[in-house]
């Protein structure tokens, strides 16, 4: 069967045909058969460069040897417990180690439940009930962070079914912009947190401005306010220690998800003993998931955390600048504005003028463009998320020549693409 015929049997069961929303694209999604390394296979026969990786969580590339394998010696000695296991304190210190301002750590199930738990500890542990986040930072689907979230076709909107009494207590803000915050703290003594995704990838990639993460947490600790990163994305993938080494700064709370689990469903949270000794059962605040602490995920994402050595990360690094300036000579060849993000391995592009920093930049990305260059990739065998507002991943996988030829086809569909 093939992935046209495959999409019209999903949409009769399959909301919208897919699982997760971003997924869709028209006029339809490919079915993937397998991956392997930097590659992705459709069932229709072709084969990907892969840069979307899942949307984060791969980044040794797909079935890493070791992972797998340690994986698979996993299952057959049992999928889940309901005891602790050794290996969940094996990772804990794993995580500690790389993350001074960590000292406990939760094991969840996804990002969306580590962001959840850690708002609700925030809130219990300062007393009290507001959280601040920033337009196009997306936390996970829960109805706390629904507000001008990003990740999408759109940046989706805030959706129905959210009771107004729940979001009167979030309160969005513009990124980069040190008054909008500090006069929303003024005005309100009842913030809770600052949640904060340190670069900004679900609405593309943007980064902080200088000093603007110092200024969230100098203000965060003058007014007895939690700063919670949502390394979710950028844990473990900028740097060992993730943005709170990157940038030098330590938050009070920090959630996991993505690469933690090593490309099974896993998040986390954790922070200071101080705080983290309010989650039960070492305290009153609830959180509970039968599936915590799989020894699946737990298992793999050990595995991927041993794998990602130094010099995996400079290598990832020196890709990722291949990429960037590849790019950009491209599109100065052609002439066009735009503006290139990312940092690491992290990158998009978007087609504008402006200097993409806030969410209001960033909707001035020509979407129609975008469009015509996601598919012209995909016509040349380069799979990147299909949206403008999602950050594109390189992996330990890719070599050389892929990300060679990557840039070919990208000038190849860029020259396309211009009307
Ligand atoms: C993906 C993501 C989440 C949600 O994680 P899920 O595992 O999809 O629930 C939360 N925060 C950020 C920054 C993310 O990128």
Avoid: W
Avoid at 89 to 98: D, P, T
Avoid at 107 to 118: D, K, Q, R, Y
Avoid at 160 to 182: W, Y
Wanted: hydrophobic share 40%.
């Amino acid at each position: 069967m093939r992935s046209d015929s495959l999409f019209k049997e999903a949409l009769e069961v399959l909301p919208g045909g897919v699982s997760s929303p971003v997924r869709r694209f028209e006029p339809y999604p490919f079915f993937a058969k397998k991956g392997e390394g930097c590659m992705l296979y459709d069932i229709d026969g072709n084969r990907y460069i892969d840069y979307c990786l899942a949307y984060g969580p791969l980044i040794l590339g797909h079935a890493p040897e070791k992972v797998i394998s340690a994986v698979c010696e996993q299952i057959k000695k049992g999928s889940t417990y309901g005891t602790p296991t050794k290996a969940e304190v094996e990772l804990a210190k794993l995580v500690i180690e790389r993350v001074p301002a960590a000292e406990m750590i939760r094991f969840v199930n996804s990002g969306t439940e580590a962001t959840m738990a850690a708002i609700r500890l925030a809130r219990a542990f300062t007393g009290k009930d507001k959280i601040i986040k920033f337009e196009g930072a997306y936390h996970g689907a829960h109805d706390y962070v629904l507000v001008k979230p990003g990740s999408g076709a759109t940046a989706a909107p805030d959706s129905p079914g959210i009771p107004t009494d729940t979001i009167k207590n979030t309160i969005s803000a513009p990124f980069n912009n040190e008054e909008a915050v500090a006069s929303i703290i003024e005005d309100d003594d009842n913030i809770a947190a600052i949640i904060v995704e340190p670069i900004m990838a679900n609405i593309g990639c943007i980064e902080p401005e200088d000093g603007y993460l110092k200024f969230l947490r100098k203000i965060t600790s003058e007014n007895g306010i939690l700063l919670i990163f949502d390394e979710v994305i950028t844990g473990f993938r900028i740097a060992p220690g993730g943005a709170q080494e990157y940038y030098n700064i330590a938050a009070d709370l920090v959630t996991y998800g993505k690469i933690i689990g090593g490309g099974f469903p896993m998040g986390a949270l954790a922070g200071s003993r101080e705080i983290m000794e309010h989650i039960s059962p070492a305290g009153d605040v609830y959180q509970a998931g039968t599936f915590n602490g799989n020894p699946v995920s737990v298992t793999a994402g050990i595995t991927t955390l041993k794998g990602l050595t130094e010099d995996i990360y400079k290598e990832l690094n020196k890709k990722g600048e291949m990429i960037r300036n590849g790019m950009k000579d491209i599109l100065e060849d052609n002439s066009l504005e735009f503006y290139i993000a990312g940092l690491s391995s992290m990158f998009q592009v978007y087609f504008t003028e402006r200097r993409v920093k806030d969410y209001t930049s960033a909707k001035t990305a020509d979407l129609e463009m975008f469009k015509r260059y996601f598919h012209g990739l995909l016509k040349g065998g380069v799979f990147v998320p299909p949206s403008q507002f999602e950050c594109c991943f390189i992996s330990a996988a890719h070599r050389k020549e892929d990300l060679d030829m990557t840039l070919e086809v990208m000038e190849e569909s860029i020259k396309k693409a211009i009307k």
